[in-house]
């Protein structure tokens, strides 16, 4: 399934370069600079082992421990950014974030609660 859904990803950009006309300034650059080049590559990689541990976290404990982890990592994203770049939090933001937290928490209680019955 990620091999399928990369291929079209890649036809479609190609194609979509192609007929723009932006795919000979894309391969000029890329020439030019080949750390970006190299920065792609990377990014690929890291992308579709990611891939494989999302398919795998799913597999072993499910959708609802897994939706709870991106959630924390969304959340440290923003904690990170907030802290390095000096972005301010607001209150909306911290009720948004304990509503997700909340919700997500009951389903993880609840289905723990039904797996001990």
């Known amino acids: 399934m990620m091999f399928g859904v990369n291929s079209f990803a890649i036809m479609f950009t190609v194609l979509g370069l192609l007929s723009s006309g932006e795919f000979p300034a894309v391969m000029e650059f890329?020439?030019?600079?080949p750390a970006a080049l190299a920065n792609c590559l990377v990014t690929s990689v890291t992308s579709a082992t990611g891939q494989l541990?999302?398919?795998k976290t799913i597999k072993d404990f499910?959708?609802?421990?897994?939706?709870?982890?991106?959630t924390i990592r969304q959340i440290l994203s923003i904690v990170?950014?907030?802290?390095?770049?000096?972005?301010?939090i607001n209150r909306k933001c911290l009720?948004?974030?304990t509503i997700v937290f909340s919700v997500?928490?009951?389903?993880?209680?609840r289905k723990?609660?039904?797996?001990?019955k």
């Open 104 to 109: 997500l928490g009951s389903g993880i209680y």
């Open 62 to 70: 499910g959708p609802v421990p897994f939706t709870l982890i991106m």
């Open 95 to 97: 009720v948004g974030a």
């Open 53 to 55: 541990f999302i398919f």
């Open 80 to 88: 990170i950014s907030a802290v390095i770049f000096a972005h301010p």
């Open 30 to 33: 890329l020439n030019a600079n």
């Open 112 to 116: 723990y609660k039904n797996s001990t």
